[in-house]
């Protein structure tokens, strides 16, 4: 018989969780700050209506200008409710918190209403957050979905500028040398998010050696990050980047014994890395100037041997 009684109670447990769990909660009145009477009656009503539906006994003491937790749990109540309104320009936030008897939080909640409409989504999405725990972004359901919900996050400004630069080349290694220093020109993308930066950048240069008849073009395209020590107008900045590259040198050989002269080509490519250091002046305008200093090394070989060096160039954005 002992054991009889106890499946039905497991069967009662299983098939009525809502009677195993039911409890009854006390709903005071709602607050409004800026915001018409009506609509904190209108949460009222709704609050109390989809809290039922989830199966909690409530007490409505909405309409009591007295209402006091001491007179809520007189009436039965384990716990009441108190609900705030409070309305900006044209959204209104809907909070609510659930309180026991010894003033202790069990549960809160709170949600942004768009437009009345929004109103009985938000009152029910509240309502089940403040019962099972979990966020009312969570316990939505597709009927449930507010115009507020619908609208795109805000995203912050970042400023961002297209450039011009002009600068040299200096090779420490390999054949390219011959040329000390050699002239090139560079676009380049400056994004500006406020705590680093981020650049995007393609570079020409060319150089020729009349004494040996060697000349050399080199292309790189770069991606680079930088930390900015400045929040204003003059900023230095460190960092550094990664790139493609190419070295294309041709140089004439020794003469044949016949006393000609032949040209060869070679052209090697790969990625480069790079350190880098400059001052950004204008951050703060709509228009800015930089000077950077870059140290790069070459991943791959010119000519067979290892090739690094400097770069530097002035540039200006838009």
Not at 37 to 66: R, Y
Not at 200 to 222: C, I, M, N, Q
Not at 227 to 248: A, K, M, N, V
Request: with cysteine; glycine share 10%.
């Amino acid at each position: 018989m002992q054991r009889i009684h106890i499946l039905i109670t497991l069967a009662a447990l299983v098939l009525f969780p809502a009677a195993a769990t039911a409890q009854t909660w006390a709903v005071a009145p709602v607050k409004g700050v800026n915001i018409h009477p009506d609509f904190t009656k209108v949460v009222s009503v709704l609050l109390i209506q989809h809290l039922t539906e989830e199966g909690i006994t409530v007490i409505d003491m909405s309409n009591d200008a007295a209402f006091s937790p001491d007179a809520a749990f007189e009436k039965g109540a384990s716990a009441y409710v108190v609900t705030t309104i409070l309305r900006m320009g044209e959204k209104v936030k809907v909070s609510a918190q659930v309180f026991d008897k010894g003033g202790k939080v069990k549960g809160a909640a709170n949600l942004t209403a768009a437009n009345p409409d929004d109103l009985d989504s938000v009152t029910a999405r509240v309502s089940r957050a403040l019962i099972t725990g979990e966020s009312p972004h969570e316990s939505e359901t597709i009927y449930e979905v507010t115009e507020s919900d619908e609208v795109n996050l805000r995203q912050k400004k970042a400023n961002s500028y297209w450039g011009l630069r002009i600068g040299g080349m200096t090779h420490f290694s390999s054949k390219l040398t011959k040329q000390p220093v050699k002239p090139g020109l560079g676009l380049v993308w400056l994004f500006d998010p406020r705590i680093f930066l981020i650049e995007v950048g393609t570079d020409f240069y060319w150089g020729h050696a009349s004494k040996d008849d060697f000349s050399e073009f080199s292309w790189s395209l770069d991606v680079a990050g930088y930390y900015p020590f400045t929040q204003g107008g003059f900023c230095p900045y460190i960092g550094g980047g990664i790139g493609f590259g190419t070295r294309t040198s041709s140089w004439q050989e020794a003469p044949d014994a016949e006393g000609n002269y032949d040209t060869s080509t070679d052209t090697d490519y790969g990625l480069t890395v790079f350190a880098g250091t400059g001052i950004l002046i204008g951050r703060t305008s709509t228009v800015s100037v930089r000077a950077e200093l870059r140290y790069f090394v070459d991943t791959f070989t010119v000519r067979g041997e290892f090739s690094n060096g400097i770069m530097y160039f002035a540039s200006v954005g838009f």
